[in-house]
């Protein structure tokens, strides 16, 4: 098959490598120029993925166009009117992702409860909101590539501690302001994600736990994501309740691709927070370990719609994500990391397929860090239970040997003391 990959940062660059290496042929754009030296030396990039679009239309059904990103979704909409065979997501799928106030209207429209959620341009509108209604919220800013790590989740009960928060950032004036104040809701977080073919999903859909804090004990800042455990199992009441209610209007709106929700689970029911709808990071990389169809061929069900079933691995898949200084920051990180040696110790082929790497190249035959962040990669475990699934994932992990090397050590605790088990006990995981 032939695959071209269009992306800012070549967040897909392990599928890209292993595509490869399986004998397919693979191009990739990388729009960032500090990107573009990601997975150098194990890839083929372009530097006009337009004047590749031949190449792809020549191996018709064969060829197949990744994006990699929210935001390209007009784009992708138009190149599958133009009868190319196109993966990643649409502009609706933009729209749920990168507009919050949309997303949780949406939800509100399929029969979900939703948290209450205001919307500002202005930060003096939203200061003197926090006045006269002062609780607990949580800040996001709007865009699919807006900045996590400026995220904020409060927690002072009359949202102080986000009243002295927006007064700072409007004495920064960094950019202008577009972001939501939402209210806090207590409960379990789980996600729920699945695979949609343009018609409907690919079954079963997966659970999954994110960590989104630096450090461990969930402290410090909002990061990208940290580690996860995933599992195809016991996710069809969630889905049901959730997920499979917006089927009808991603066929309506051209959707193909890979979409998560990601929810509030307590006693008054499952409370959506906000949408991803593309490939998730480090998410595709720790679910594709847990898929018996290989990506080729789950491709393939995506575009021919031959089959709405996904074979998948019994148990749990965790995924511990490998960083060095400054990430998740890209500031000095070519003085600092940028470079370095991306080595390993006692690795078998299995350890191999279980080790999903992101910002590296290969120069003069070693593997060193590259990129923006200092995003090493992921390190996973699979397992029977979750704990197993750690352990193996931990124990992948020691096999990285990278200076200064950076991952939290508690992935998982949570759901082993208590909240899978919550899950349970509410009715949402049979």
């Not at 996904?310 to 400054?326: D, E, M, Q, W």
């Not at 200092?374 to 397992?383: K, P, Q, S």
Request: glycine share 12%; with cysteine; hydrophobic share 40%.
């Amino acid at each position: 098959m032939r695959f071209l990959g269009i992306g800012d940062t070549c967040d897909l660059g392990d599928l890209y490598y292993r595509l490869g290496q399986a004998g397919h042929e693979v191009k990739v754009y990388i729009a960032l120029p500090e990107a573009q030296d990601i997975y150098g030396g194990m890839i083929t990039t372009v530097s006009d993925w337009r004047k590749e679009l031949p190449w792809i239309r020549e191996a018709d059904k064969e060829g197949v166009i990744l994006f990699e990103s929210a935001g390209m979704g007009v784009i992708q909409d138009e190149l599958r009117a133009a009868g190319y065979q196109v993966i990643g997501g649409s502009a609706y799928g933009d729209r749920l992702e990168s507009d919050r106030n949309y997303g949780q209207q949406i939800c509100a429209e399929i029969g979900l409860q939703t948290a209450a959620s205001h919307h500002f341009t202005d930060y003096e509108a939203a200061i003197q909101f926090l006045k006269t209604h002062p609780a607990r919220y949580v800040f996001k800013l709007n865009g699919a590539s807006a900045l996590r790590t400026r995220n904020y989740i409060g927690v002072l009960e009359d949202g102080s501690d986000i009243l002295a928060l927006l007064t700072t950032y409007q004495k920064q004036k960094n950019s202008a302001p577009d972001f939501v104040l939402m209210d806090h809701i207590e409960g379990i977080e789980v996600g729920i994600g699945a695979y949609f073919n343009g018609k409907q999903f690919l079954k079963p859909a997966c659970l999954d736990w994110e960590h989104k804090r630096f450090f461990p004990g969930a402290q410090g800042e909002l990061t990208g994501e940290m580690g996860t455990v995933v599992t195809f199992e016991g996710a069809d009441i969630i889905f049901e309740k959730t997920l499979a209610r917006i089927e009808s209007k991603l066929k309506e709106n051209g959707y193909c691709g890979y979409i998560n929700i990601n929810l509030i689970a307590n006693q008054e029911g499952l409370w959506p927070l906000e949408f991803t709808s593309r490939f998730g990071y480090p998410g595709f990389a720790i679910c594709g370990d847990l898929q018996l169809d290989s990506w080729p061929a789950l491709f393939q069900k995506l575009l021919n719609l031959e089959s709405a079933v996904l074979n998948t691995r019994k148990g749990f898949a965790t995924g511990i994500v490998l960083t060095v200084p400054p990430f998740p920051y890209s500031h000095g990180y070519e003085l600092i990391s940028k470079g370095l040696p991306v080595l390993f110790r006692d690795m078998t082929e299995e350890d191999i397929n279980h080790l999903h790497l992101a910002e590296v190249a290969i120069v003069n035959q070693q593997r060193i860090t590259s990129g923006m962040l200092g995003y090493i990669g992921v390190a996973n475990g699979l397992g029977p239970g979750i704990a197993s699934a750690r352990a193996n994932a931990y124990a992948l992990a020691r096999k990285v040997i990278v200076p200064n090397i950076r991952y939290r050590n508690d992935i998982g605790n949570r759901l082993l003391e208590g909240d899978y088990e919550g899950l349970k006990a509410l009715g949402y995981i049979a």
